[in-house]
Each structure stands twice: as C-alpha cells, then as structure tokens.
C-alpha cells in the first residue's frame, strides 16, 4: 500500500463546486460521445500511456510515489476503487485544485481534458477492467462479418460493418483508368502505358481486373519498387555515413532484395535469411549475402573514435531496427532504463543487445566480415557465360595443341621484344612528403617504411642518360604490409590518385617542366580505379586502385609519354606519386623501369608475364602469352577463335565483377554482453544471456539462443507482433496510413488499430498462406475498399479526414522515386535494366563538396553519362550526409538510419523542382517530342497523347482548351526567339532529335512540363 503517500482523505479535499464542475463535464461529454462499451487498451490505455506512465508506468528508475498505473493489482491496491470513481485516489488528484497534489503536475506539460477525466470515471464505475495489450496476444482469425449478400470478399466485410456502425456508405468504384492507374503505381512503382490501359478498357470479361494485377505482379518492375521500401528499412546507403561519409558497395545485397521480392520469397524465409542466413546448415552463398540486411548501418572511420563505443553504438543500431521492423516496439528506451511505457526492462534490452553482439567486427573501419558472391540477378547470365567462355578456351586449347613449335617461337618472340625495351633504374633521390623512409632492396625496388600519413606524396628523380618513350611502374607486394598486399592502407590497398612528370634541362637542372602522358595502362584495375584516372590532371580521392585487400598480388602499370624525352647531358626527370585517398592508401613497394625505344604495342599484363623465365611462368600465365601471341601472329582462323574467347571472357568478367558486400558472422568464441549503466559502453554491470521480452513467448524449447533461434522466433505462427506489424506496414503503402496509424509502434504509446479484427484476420491469413507476399497484397487490391473512388466531400472530410475509417480509395502524393521514374517513363529514357551498381544521376554542381568537404577524404560528384542517367531512381547513389536533392524535396529519407514510414510534404520547392531540375526538363524535352512523333498530327490529339500517357485518361474539354492555348502561345513565343528555343530543348545530355523543328519541339516541351506539375501526376488517387 501506498496510501500514506497520499495526504488527506479523499472527502475532504474534494469542494462541493469542483463536484458540480465534473457533474456538469459528465453529461456534456455524454451527448458529445456516444455511450459505448468502453475497452481499457482502446480507450483507457493510450490516456493512461500518454498522461501517467512516465512517472507510474514500467520503468521502476523513475517511478513516483511507488505507484504502478499499468499494471492491475498494484493500481486497484493504491489508487483504484473499482465500480467508484469518487472514492479513487486516481479521480481525486486528477481533479484537485492543490498544485501539490494535482495529477499529472502542473509542470509535467501534462493536463487531462474534461472528457478524458469522464472516460476515467465511467472506467472505474464499470469496474475498472484491466487488459494485456491487445498487440502482445496472439492474433485471432475471427469470421468476417455478415453486412450483406452481395458483398463477399472478406476485407469488404469487416470495412463495411464499421461503416455501417459509423452511419456510413462507402464510396462508389473508381473509374477503370483511376483503377488500372492506382494498382500499376502501388505494385510496380510506375503509371501504366496508354497500350496497358486500352487493352483493360476492351476486356469485358469477369476477370480483366485480376488479370492486369496478376501481370503487375509477375513484372521484374514488381521487385525494385517493393525493394525501395525495403531500403528505408534496412538504412541502405552507398556510403558510411559519420563525418567521412565514404563510399561502400552493398549493391549486391540490394539486388538480393529485389530477386527475393521478384521471385515472391515467403516473407518468414525472407526474415530469416537476413537475420541469421550464415548461421542455417550448409549456408549458400546467397543465405550468407541476405545478412548484409544488418550491416548496412553506419560505419565511421575517424581518426581517435574509442573502438568499442562505436561497435558497441552498431549492435544497438540493430537492435532497434530489428525491433522496428518486425515487432513494431520502441525498444530504444530500454537502452538506459526500462522502457517508461511498455513492460521491457534494461535488463531484456541487453538480452535481446546479446543476439547480436558476437559479430567479429570493429568499431572504426569495422567493414569486416565481407564475402565476395555473384547478385542473383546475375546467375543465370553468369552460367550462360561460363558455358560460352569454356566452349572458346577448349577451341583455343585445340588451336595451340594444333600448332605447338609455332605458337612457342611466337611467345619467345614476343618476350624478347618486351624483355629489351624496359631497363630497371633506382632513383637518385627519393623523397616522402608525409615523413616515411624510401629504403632501396636488393632487387632494386623502393620499400616504404616508418611513418604512415592519412595522405602522401612521393618524389623521385631520375637521371635521364637516354631516350625515354615510357614509364613502367611496378607495385609490389611485401609481408611487411597488412595482408601483404602492396599498399599501406588498413586493408593492403593503395589509391595512386596521379602520376605526374616533370623534366629539367641542361642550363636550369632544378627547373622543372611539365611533361604529357599520353596514355596508361595497368595489368589490373579496381572498379571505378581504373588506370586512367592516375594521369586526370585531378589530385584528388579518385586514382588507380587494384583491390589489395582481396587480391594481394603484384601490380604493373605503363605510362605512354606523348613525345619522348632526350637526354641533353644534365636531364633529369622527376616523378611525383600522389595519394590523397585518405587512409594511408599508398604504394609501399615499388620498382621502376623505362623504355629508351617505342614500347611495343603489347598489354600490360602480357608483357608482365613475357619478362618472366618460361620456367616462372605458370600455367594460366602461359595460355595468356600463348593467346596474345596467336592475335599477333596466326592465321585468320586461328585469331578469330582467340577473339570469340576474349569477347566472351570479357563479358564474363564486366558482369561477375562483384564487389566483397558486407555480411554478419559469429565470433569463434562469443563475447559475453552486460546490462551497460545509463546505456554506457564503458560502464558494464551485470552479465547477461540472450533472450527475448517476457511479455512476448519465450524462445521454443530446442532453439539456440542465437540470431538463428531469434529469427525462427519472430516468424512463430503463435508471435504477435511480427505478422500484424508487417501486413500493417503493406496496409500503409497501398492506403497510406496503417490499420495501426503508428506503424512503427504497437506499444502503448501507438494508436487503436482502426480496425482490429480485419488487422488480426489479416495476419492470421498472411501466415496461414506460407507468408506469401504477392498473395497478401493481391487479396487487398482486389477488394472493393481498394477499388473505391477517392473522390472528398466536404461531409467526410470532416468526418474522416484520414480516411481511417476507409470510406473512399487511397489518395495521396507519390514517393520521390515514383514521381522521377514516372517522368522518365512517360518520356521513353526509363531503362529497364535490372539491378548492378548504384548510378550518378544529374545532380547540382559542388553540392557534395559544400555539405560534407573533408580534405583528403572528399570527392566530387561525377555524373554518369548515357543509359546510366535514366537508371530507375531505386539505383540513384545514396549518399548520406547528401541524399539526392532533387528526392529529399519529396521527402525521401537520408538512411541514417531505420525509416518505416516517410513523411509527406507539399512544399513549392516541388514545384520547382518538377520545373527546373534538368532531369524533369529532359524528360519533358522527349515528352514533347513523343506529341509530336507519336500523337497524331493535330494540337488535340497531341494533347490526348500526353494526357493518356501521364495521367491514363483524356483530357476535359476545359483542359483542352487551356493547353492549346498554351501550346499555341509558347510557338509563337520560341519561333520569334529561336535562342530560347534551343536553350529550353538543349537542357540534358541526350541528343536533341534535329528532324524536329526547335521551335515546336520547346512549345511541346512546355506543354509536357506542364503535366509533369499537376497534382494529379504526382498524386495517386
């Protein structure tokens, strides 16, 4: 008992005026709220979260008074009079004038408002009834209830019921172009096509609605739309975030999610591959690559962070996002405290921490454990190319068994020719701008030891006694280096960021002038470090790399100089090796040669084995010299199979090259996790195992107590969380808000489901169905609720202006990503290819450099060029302290970290946008010129066409007339000003079609331009 916390007794504290106020606040709230069975967790419960349970709610840390309002025996024990409210505690401080005794405190920022103080009231008369949170028990499959005969489907039944219990009728069926338009945008991203469109006008047949969603369905297009929600969950991005914000490649995942989407993986295996796919028996690759779900969060690589802070802020990131994503718990608060408002102590907040806390990683430059496996967009292709390039090597093998004496003489002709032109020379002076010693080997190359810098700058000069036709740059490996690689990064790589030369004369040998590359190559390139970009003229983050932490091999690279340089007595060149990547990514071994003749034109990687003794050289080595010496010297027949082979080859490896992705892994011998104090890394207390919450079901009997058994945990048929939360969440991107408004928390700070038993019956089912995905969101679509006109009267808006009660279709402003790809589709640049790296998009100049400039470390943005610019906006590069500008506006999240549901703004920074930003331009450009193509002949039809391809349906007549007059306007206006005109058309990097006159192609433009910024293009509904 706590009852002498509470001073006075209740009779004498409560003022015959402060009666007759309730008394009169009773019957106003009366007529105002129809008398209904009351529901502690519908009506009762969020009061009591949102007013009490912080000071007398769960977490025992910050209880007052030792009072527990959430819990029934301790609440009727001290505060509680069931079946009299004017004998209870609770009414008596709720309504006290005494600011020391009023409840919630006049400075907590809390009041309770008259008709809340009743529904407390009439709770307790009723008997003050008690309920476990409705979300934390096991959905109940109940029968849809019977509304009316003609009315089948089962979600159209437990809709129309509340309708009709809220004195409601739904709305009327939208017409077929809203429908067909509504369906193509929620399941495949995109509008339909003008084609798409009639062909579902002209099937009259009873199955003409479930054949167009069986084919959105089964469309690749499906996958990357689904992904793209996905992303926001799992915090995708193409960098690491923090203040460095660097690149990453997790690309291979993301192509994952969209073959698991595509490929309609049941959402319980979908859960589990992600969560503990390297922990199942005989794990495949593609299970192991599903974990990279969990190492998609930020990583920082700042110089001095504590290790284990870091690491220690990366499991608690998956907690919470785990959490999110398939529980729908705020279990974040648990972090320093029990949770105030849900029953999750500290305690199992570090149990569920444990889960997850024995991966091998760090917390700077934690990017290990990494696994190299192909995208399983790319298998099928991959196998095909196999089976292409074994058939060429086996004519080739045919070739040289065929020809063995010629194919030897060629080789040994070959490497004589390479083996002459290049002569080994050590540098006379050496030099490092970052402090290291240049120490020279026996083999003549240069080691680089002592200090490490973040960047570095090395200076050699050279005497130059005779002709100088090329330079060949050898970086070599060495046990000195991690991994021993050839650089002195972290991870045994090095980035050459450029190659400069300079040569001084005769008269002035300390005057330096510049001297041109003309070309290089190298025997290996990392992706996006290729060669080139060490003679760009750009000291910058960008250079040659060769993926030294996963391919610890020596490296050999050829510079071409533009004219030769001749000795005049004195030259002498001098050579700077720049590394500005960051990380001490620099060449830590290497050896120089040059060529005093014309190199022969052989490559790279040939002449490096042609050096070679023949008794060196190994097998693969062999067939390379011995292929390169064919194409040199065979016959017609013998260099055509040689051709089939490297064409095939090359294709093989331009779509194998897959970059390692980050995935989970188990400790060898696990870390053992304590409860931190106030959530403190450095301040461990008691030890704990891994478990889950007590107020949901324990782990199975038999399940290890591991990310595995977590995972089978949360796809249990009897869970109550996973499968509500997750159709909850598809509910939301179809309707635009959940049956549970607060799709992120079913905690008791979230909202009433608007519909419970439609929730529960849904989840049951969708589990019922093996977690079929596709079959969920195809049960919803076909219902008559989904099919509903989304038309507002003024009635209704008033009366729902959420539409939770579901008397109307869906309406509401499109994703970013949806409104660029639909631009580009209506326009003809979308590309259709599926998954692979992430693209450079149009993007505003010097942004990345004036938001996130850390010298050393930063680069500049490089847009790509051609097929890459019109990639769906699903592949657009994520960077996180920049997100792409022109989907920020629309709202699009900067993936920090785990995002459920977007926001939705309408701002004139949209509008802007949809006006100017050179990708709506461009797309607005080809609009315009499909009127022109593909319209018809006449401004009407033209009109029709746009009208039909943006919006799937003709225009009105008043449209009609507003657009001609524009159209006519703007043709006067361009053909009087044929510079506007080009400077409209000319905007984006494709071509501007010279069969079509400027002058009509800009008033087109405008025309598209035009329909790009109507609400209704970027609205669905």
Known sequence: ?????????????????????????????????????????????????????ACHGPDASQRKADLRLDVSDAALESAIVAGQPGESELIARIVSDDPDLRMPPPDSGHSLSLVEIDLLRRWIAAGARYESHWAFLPPVKVAPPEVAADVTHPIDRFVLARLQREGLQPAPPATREQRIRRVTLDLTGLPPTPDEVARFLADSSPQAWETVVDRLLESPRFGEHWARYWLDAAR?????????????????????????????????????????????????????????????HPITIEGGVIDEEYRTEYVVDRVVTTSTVWMGLTMLCGRCHDHKYDPVTQKEFYRFFAFFNQVPEKGNNGFAPKLQVASPLQIAALARLDDEVASASQQVAQVIESNPDAVRKWAAQIAGDVQNQWRTVVPAERRSAGGADLVVQEDESILATGKNPTTETYEFILPVEHEVHAIQLEALTHPSFVGGGAGRGSNGNFVLSEFELAVSGEHEPDTFQAVR??????????????????????????????????????????????????????????????????????????????????????????????????????????????????????????????????????????????????????????????????????????????????????????????????????????????????????????????????????????????????????????????????????????????????????????????NRLLARGPRLRLDAEVIRDSALLAAGLLSERLGGPS????????LWQEINNRPGYSRTYQQDSGEKLYRRSLYTFWKRTVPPPSMAVFDAPEREFCVVQRSRTNTPLQAFVLLHDPQFVEAARHLGARMVGEGGTTIDQRI??????????QPTSAEREVLTEVVTQRLAHYRSDPAAARELIDVGESPVDPALDPAELAAWTTVARILFNLSEFITKG
């Open 944 to 953: 029709q066409f746009g009208f039909q391809t943006c919006l799937a349906r």
């Open 236 to 296: 995708y991005a193409d960098t690491n975030g923090y203040q460095y914000d660097l690149e990453r490649e997790q690309w291979v995942w993301r192509d994952w999610v969209i073959h698991a989407f595509n490929s309609n993986m049941p959402f319980d295996q979908f859960t589990i591959e992600q969560i503990a796919g390297d922990l199942l028996p005989n794990a495949t690759a593609q299970q192991k690559l599903a974990t990279a779900f969990h190492r998609n």
């Open 839 to 846: 693209v450079f998009p149009y993007h505003p100049a010097g």
């Open 1 to 53: 008992m706590v009852a002498s916390l509470f001073r006075p007794p209740v009779g004498a504290r409560l003022r015959s005026a402060r009666l007759a106020a309730v008394c009169l606040v009773m019957m106003i709230s009366e007529m105002a709220v129809a008398e209904q069975e009351l529901s502690f967790n519908r009506d009762i419960r969020p009061l009591l979260s949102e007013k009490c349970f």
């Open 517 to 802: 590359i003309a070309s290089a190559e190298a025997d290996y390139s990392q992706a996006k470090y290729h060669i080139s970009q060490s003679i760009d003229g750009k000291i910058d983050r960008t250079g040659w790399a060769v993926d030294g932490n996963t391919k610890q091999e020596n490296r050999t690279a050829v510079f071409h100089l533009a004219n030769p340089i001749k000795p005049d007595g004195s030259s002498r060149l001098r050579i700077r090796l720049h590394h500005k990547f960051g990380g001490s990514h620099h060449i830590g071994r290497l050896r120089f040669s040059l060529a005093d003749r014309p190199v022969n034109d052989v490559p790279a990687d040939v002449a490096a084995v042609a050096i070679l003794e023949p008794t060196k050289r190994g097998a693969d080595q062999q067939r390379r010299l011995a292929e390169y010496a064919i194409t040199k010297y065979g016959d017609a027949q013998q260099q055509a199979a040689v051709a089939r082979l490297r064409d095939a080859t090359a294709r093989r490896q331009t779509i194998g090259k897959t970059p390692a992705t980050m995935v989970m892994q188990e400790l060898a011998k696990p870390r053992t996790t304590h409860v931190l104090f106030r959530g403190e890394y450095d301040k461990p207390r008691e030890p704990v195992t891994a478990g889950t919450p007590a107020v949901l079901p324990a782990l199975p009997a038999g399940v290890p107590a591991n990310r595995l058994g977590l995972a089978r945990w949360l796809v249990m048929p009897d869970h109550p969380l996973t499968a509500r939360v997750t159709v909850n969440r598809f509910w939301q991107r179809l309707f635009g808000t959940g049956l549970v408004k607060t799709v992120e928390d079913f905690g008791s700070q979230g909202q009433w489901p608007s519909h419970p038993e439609l929730l529960d019956w849904l989840a049951v089912d969708f589990v019922e169905s093996g977690w079929n995905v596709k079959g969920l969101l195809k049960q919803i679509v076909m219902s008559d609720t989904y099919g509903q006109s989304s038309h507002l009267t003024p009635q209704l808006l008033q009366r729902d202006p959420d």
